[in-house]
């Protein structure tokens, strides 16, 4: 253990002892169920202790909300997934639905598709989502978004490695 992680543990406690129940009433409000708002509140404070810095004093509020906006937003984006996958078994015959199990991996594996995808600059994202989704050639791309047809590539190779890395299991 560092030196400094104690004085952030304390700091962290500090900030938890004076700020949770605000943050947890905040969030019960947002998401209208305490169990979730007890969750995110969890984890809004557990991203402040593993980033490793607290906010100056003043500021402490509007850093939470911040990181509790994020988490909100991250859980909204998984919710929107698992309906999205869900609603597509439901339009399956019952015999080739997946396990319970399968069901699960499937959403994990959308889940980090999604965040990959997402982190991705908004440019390579628009190519790809047009040529998977849209079936939209290369040619047809380059000329939809002005850019030359080795762009289009270079964009879709970026984006295939980063769905690739995504789904590597072997961490």
Do not use: N
């Not at 289009?152 to 995504?166: D, N, P, Q, S, T």
């Amino acid at each position: 253990m560092s030196a400094a992680e104690p004085a952030l543990q304390q700091q962290v406690s500090l900030l938890y002892g004076e700020h949770h129940g605000w943050l947890q009433a905040w969030l019960r409000r947002r998401l209208g169920c305490a169990h979730h708002a007890a969750d995110l509140a969890h984890d809004t404070y557990l991203r402040v202790l593993v980033s490793g810095r607290t906010p100056p004093p003043g500021q402490a509020r509007p850093h939470l909300m911040q990181i509790a906006k994020g988490l909100v937003i991250d859980r909204h984006r998984r919710q929107l997934v698992e309906r999205a996958y869900l609603d597509a078994l439901a339009a399956m015959p019952e015999a080739l639905a997946p396990s319970p199990e399968q069901r699960a991996a499937a959403v994990e594996s959308l889940l980090r598709l999604d965040a990959a995808l997402a982190a991705l600059p908004a440019a390579v994202r628009e190519v790809f989502l047009l040529s998977q989704f849209d079936g939209l050639t290369y040619a047809e791309i380059a000329a939809r978004q002005g850019i030359a047809v080795a762009t289009v590539r270079k964009y879709m190779l970026k984006a295939g490695e980063a769905c690739f890395l995504a789904l590597d299991h072997d961490d």
